[in-house]
């Protein structure tokens, strides 16, 4: 199968020589019809010349060889009754009656005979023009004729020349034919190159066709498509790697639950072993198992109710309720709960009453979250501030490394990662959720060896509730 810029090519060819056979034959036919015609127009003329001549002479043969030595015609004189009386170039006793020429019985009943025959007495193609001349002493037939040899070969020389103009175009025609072969083979190299890069996914592959308005639309279809193609492929990369972290997110679940839930319940089966095996145990001893069985049963409800709080908030399947209530206010009772929890820890509070509109339970669940995580690593006090625009809560524990900084508001992360508690990394997570939820964020400045505040905004909250009361 041929490309496209050789089928071009081969056609442009095929086409020129068809168009130089067609025109080469109607030059010939041409150029001869109008070489005879012009032959035939000049025997006229010159018999209409020569009449007045032929009418006043007596001698015919001298008249022949005057006009033959002048013109190179050869001229015959015929009778009335076809018998030739003076003849140019053959001997007139030998020549036969031409009563019955053809140019001699047209010119009869025409003003001139002509015809083309083939002359057996000097063996040539000769054009024959006659006249009937009367006069006052005799009627005779003037006929002039010239051989068509000397016509032809002008007729060729001139159709030669015309032919090889012809040619020498046809020649011009097919290199500017190759040319433009060349450049259409040059702009399809530069879409095969683009399709084959495309191919092996370099969607910034660069294509450029120089020559062709044509291509330029395919080269843009091309990019457009392409286009799709790249779209549709980083959306499958990102639905991938979507998946990819679905997948993750539910082996840090089952990891996080076999690893979390593994202390508690092997506390409750300790204690419910031995509370099974010995039923004389001594009932303080008892109790207190039994205390210890349900203190570890209340941690697994709790570390389950945070992961499911987790799981729909991370899914937008939970929305706020907001009310207007006094952040302080919030502030002290969440931290008389946590006193209960560590009754020989200092929670400080500096602020003054503050209304805000916003969700009180989740609020609640932010404190919560942030003091009992600075309460968890820290051995000193622990400090809430409430101002104007902010509150924070600090403490000076082991701080944050900075290369953590960005990862402590992940799911399932903790910086001490052999130390067990029941918040299986999910207490930051979640703050950061309900404060997105807000219109707020966490802001986190921590220093090694020195203590960590964790900040966020309550301009927002503030400014709902002045709305909320106008």
């Known amino acids: 199968m041929l490309k496209i810029h050789q089928l071009f090519f081969l056609n442009v060819l095929g086409l020129f020589i068809a168009a130089l056979s067609i025109a080469s034959l109607i030059s010939y036919l041409t150029l001869k019809a109008m070489l005879i015609k012009d032959s035939e127009d000049r025997l006229i003329q ?139 083979r040059h702009d399809i190299i530069q879409i095969t190159q683009y399709l084959d890069q495309v191919s092996a996914k370099n969607y910034k592959a660069v294509l450029r066709p120089e020559y062709f308005r044509e291509f330029l639309q395919i080269s843009i279809l091309l990019k457009n498509l392409v286009k799709k193609l790249h779209n549709r492929d980083k959306q499958k990369r990102k639905h991938t790697a979507k998946l990819r972290l679905i997948n993750k997110q539910q082996n840090d679940v089952l990891s996080a639950i076999s690893h979390e839930f593994k202390n508690p319940i092997a506390a409750i089966m300790g204690y419910a072993e031995t509370l099974h095996d010995d039923l004389n145990l001594d009932v303080q001893i008892r109790e207190k198992f039994l205390d210890k069985i349900l203190s570890n049963t209340h941690k697994i409800t709790l570390m389950l109710d945070r992961l499911a709080l987790s799981v729909k908030l991370e899914n937008n ?132 060896g020195i203590g960590s505040t964790f900040t966020f905004s309550i301009e927002n909250f503030i400014q709902k509730s002045k709305l909320t009361k106008s």
């Open 46 to 184: 010159s018999i209409e010349l020569l009449e007045p001549q032929i009418v006043s002479m007596d001698n015919y043969d001298r008249l022949a060889e005057n006009i033959h030595s002048k013109t190179h015609f050869r001229v015959t004189v015929i009778d009335e009754n076809g018998t030739v009386i003076a003849e140019s170039n053959a001997d007139k006793q030998q020549m036969e009656n031409h009563s019955n020429r053809v140019e001699v019985m047209q010119s009869m009943s025409e003003p001139y005979g002509v015809t083309i025959r083939y002359s057996h007495t000097v063996k040539s193609d000769f054009i024959y023009v006659a006249k009937k001349i009367v006069s006052p002493k005799r009627t005779l037939y003037f006929r002039l004729s010239m051989s068509l040899e000397g016509v032809m070969n002008h007729f060729y020389m001139l159709w030669t020349r015309f032919v090889a103009a012809f040619a020498v175009l046809v020649v011009i025609a097919l290199l500017i034919a190759y040319n433009i072969s060349k450049k259409a």
């Open 317 to 448: 399947d939970l929305s706020i309720k907001p009310t207007v209530f006094d952040i302080a206010e919030a502030v002290h009772e969440v931290i008389s709960v946590l006193k209960g929890k560590y009754p020989s820890r200092t929670i400080r509070f500096n602020g003054e009453a503050k209304t805000v509109y916003a969700d009180k339970t989740m609020i609640e669940l932010v404190l919560t979250n942030l003091i009992d995580n600075a309460l968890k690593y820290s051995e000193e006090d622990v400090t809430v501030t409430l101002t104007m625009y902010t509150l924070s809560v600090s403490d000076k524990g082991i701080g944050i490394a900075p290369a953590e900084l960005d990862k402590i508001t992940s799911k399932f992360y903790r910086v001490q990662k052999n130390r067990w508690d029941n918040s299986m990394g999910l207490g930051l997570s979640i703050v950061s959720y309900i404060l997105k939820l807000h219109d707020s964020a966490l802001t986190i400045t921590s220093t090694l």
